[in-house]
């Protein structure tokens, strides 16, 4: 059974889809909205910030640099079958930096997700915050099934995950790796195959 998060922070519609400007409880000011092809280079300088550990968590594998092609691929997605969302400082563009993106890619009827909250903002209820608003994203667009691959040492993900009623089971593949799934309708059962590519970047 899933429950309730608890957030702490205060939400502000601005008035465009998927876009709110967010204060947390020690009065940080942040503003979330969907990812845009200019958050480029932003997302290249954020990336610098983060530890090796939430790098390996985010992407499965170590890596050093988030390289130009790499930072346009994730940025410059396709609408069609993609949805990513960015956590932004409330700062003038140059100074700001990116503290959480989440995303899903949609392949065959389900979603594979990926998200990432930086140490600052991390222990808010962001991470929670987010994976909600990409399933309700799903269900808007009728899918059925959302799912994601989260390291096993990664207990963090893994209980947030559990708490908003998403299954899990192993990777066969990989020994390291939990797939966390959930079904978005009655019609998909529950040992449904829920294996798919995962996320390169």
């Known amino acids: 059974m899933s429950c309730r998060p608890r957030y702490r922070f205060q939400r502000l519609p601005l008035g465009r889809p998927w876009c709110e400007a ?3 409880a020690n009065g940080r000011r942040l503003i979330l ?12 300088r954020s ?4 530890t090796p550990e939430e790098i390996r968590y985010r992407f499965l594998h170590p890596i050093t640099e ?19 969302l960015v956590v932004v400082e409330a700062l003038p563009p140059r100074q700001a930096l990116i503290g959480g993106v ?11 997700f990926a998200l990432i909250v930086g140490r600052e903002i991390t222990g808010f209820g962001l991470g929670s915050f987010l994976l909600q608003r990409l399933t309700e994203w799903c269900r808007k667009r009728g899918l059925s099934v959302i799912h994601g691959d989260v390291m096993l040492e990664n207990h963090r993900m893994l209980e947030l995950t559990r708490r908003l009623g998403f299954r899990c089971s192993f990777d066969t593949d990989n020994a390291q790796v939990v797939r966390v ?3 978005l ?17």
Do not use: Y
């Open 22 to 24: 967010l204060e947390l």
């Open 33 to 44: 909205r969907p990812i845009e092809a200019g958050d480029a280079e932003t997302l290249r």
């Open 47 to 50: 990336f610098g910030r983060l």
């Open 66 to 84: 988030l390289t130009r092609e790499q930072a346009r691929k994730l940025t410059e997605i396709d609408r069609r079958n993609a949805f990513a």
């Open 102 to 112: 989440a995303r899903v890619v949609v392949e065959d009827g389900r979603a594979e």
């Open 181 to 183: 799934w959930k079904p």
């Open 185 to 201: 309708n009655t019609d998909v059962p529950d040992t449904a195959n829920h294996g798919s590519p995962r996320l390169d970047a």
